[in-house]
């Protein structure tokens, strides 16, 4: 049978064996009108007034958006909240893009992501969290580091952050406090939370956020300085909307968490020999360290000694920037690779994601579908293929006649999982 992956902006086509089992999200109902949804829920929060009442005409504003590797549609989102504060001078409004670690939009990207109007007209500002001259130092964390943030969002009057919720791979979920912490934290504070110890605890995985210490940490940061109001949406494969979650951050988190999972993830009653994936098309899998995510997805349900296919487009590369690729080439095996993160003395940022991908690693093999060179595939212990078909023909050899496989079409944006 024939089943489209969302590979890059324009799709995939493959032919998989019959029996094969398609993973993919409830498919929903969409709302009518977006903006009425989106602009109910800013009248009718959760845990706080209305955000017309809550902000006064002469308050700094800051809205808070994720980057452009995610699918956080802020072109709508923006012009919406402006047009919720009609009353607030423009000139008193900053829009702050989340980087974490990751590198500056150019003002292309940002008309990609927010339109040109409001390009134009509103104040944008690349978090970097490198630079201390542009960060707050607001106390120690409970869990060993000290706590920078952004500094022109410490200092405004008035917080808002957006962003969509989805299962995230060790976080729990998406969205919430992470558009805080780690979107515009220092680097110091990005380290602790990305540890090894952090990144590697049982508990920090898909859908969970009780005792899951990343959980735990960035609310802890978010206390410190603690954004006045929350903008949230869920979204299908699409990109669409499917539900909004406006108000007390906690509190309407909870609640678009709960919603998500019940919508995102999928019980499957076993694991299997190969699972095909992917990181959900462009933005999301415009480079490798992305994909990760959606190679962690298929983790779930793979078998221990099976093998992974992630169809990720990579039009970005590994990335060239940060030190993801560094990492990767400072050990010759995933095993390696581990000893060295797990080592006390190691700290280098991006390491986080090196680490997750050699977890996947040492649980099953994996094969990547994309437009990076085969050499710097094999940079990263992956095995490259131009045709997924052949491919699984190939692993027949492997694993017989009856082999077993399952496909995640959305990659992470379906979160698959076993009871065991």
Not at 42 to 47: E, T
Not at 89 to 96: K, S
Not at 408 to 420: F, M, N, Q, R
């Amino acid at each position: 049978m024939e089943v489209f992956l969302a590979y890059g902006k324009n799709g995939l086509n493959i032919n998989v064996p019959e029996h094969t089992r398609v993973v993919e999200p409830t498919h929903l109902k969409l709302p009518e009108n977006d903006h009425e949804l989106v602009l109910d829920a800013l009248s009718n929060p959760k845990g706080t007034n209305p955000l017309r009442e809550m902000v006064k005409s002469t308050d700094r504003v800051v809205i808070v958006i994720s980057d452009i590797t995610r699918p956080t549609p802020n072109y709508k989102l923006i012009p919406w909240i402006l047009e919720e504060l009609p009353h607030v001078p423009v000139e008193n409004i900053t829009i702050i893009n989340g980087l974490g670690t990751h590198r500056d939009q150019t003002r292309e990207e940002f008309i990609e992501m927010l339109g040109e109007t409001v390009v134009d007209t509103v104040r944008l500002v690349n978090h970097h969290c490198h630079e201390k001259s542009e960060l707050s130092h607001l106390g120690t964390s409970s869990f060993g580091c000290e706590v920078y943030l952004n500094k022109e969002y410490v200092e405004a009057d008035f917080r808002i952050v957006t962003g969509f919720i989805e299962p995230h791979f060790f976080a729990g979920f998406s969205g919430g406090p992470k558009g805080i912490m780690p979107g515009i934290a220092g680097i110091e504070t990005i380290l602790t939370f990305h540890n090894a110890k952090m990144i590697g605890h049982p508990l920090a995985t898909w859908g969970k956020l009780d005792k899951n210490p990343l959980q735990e940490m960035t609310r802890e940061v978010n206390n410190f300085c603690k954004p006045d109001f929350l903008l949230n949406v869920a979204l299908n494969g699409d990109k669409e909307i499917t539900n909004v979650f406006a108000g007390e951050l906690v509190e309407a988190h909870a609640i678009g968490c709960a919603y998500v999972k019940e919508q995102a993830m999928v019980k499957c009653e076993k694991r299997y020999d190969v699972v095909i994936t992917t990181n959900a098309g462009y933005p999301l899998d415009q480079n490798l360290y992305q994909a990760v995510k959606g190679m962690d997805a298929a983790r779930m349900i793979v078998k221990q000694g099976g093998t992974i296919i992630c169809a990720a487009e990579c039009s970005e590369g590994m990335p060239e920037h940060g030190n993801f690729v560094k990492i990767l080439q400072m050990r010759n095996s995933p095993k390696e690779l581990l000893e060295m993160i797990n080592e006390p003395s190691f700290q280098m940022f991006d390491q986080w994601e090196a680490q997750r991908l050699a977890m996947i690693q040492e649980w099953a093999d994996v094969y990547l579908y994309s437009l990076l060179p085969e050499e710097s595939t094999r940079i990263a212990n992956l095995t490259p293929t131009r045709d997924i078909e052949q491919t699984l023909r190939e692993l027949t050899g492997k694993y017989g006649d009856n082999m077993s496989i399952a496909v995640l079409p959305l990659g992470p944006l379906t979160i698959p999982y076993v009871e065991e």
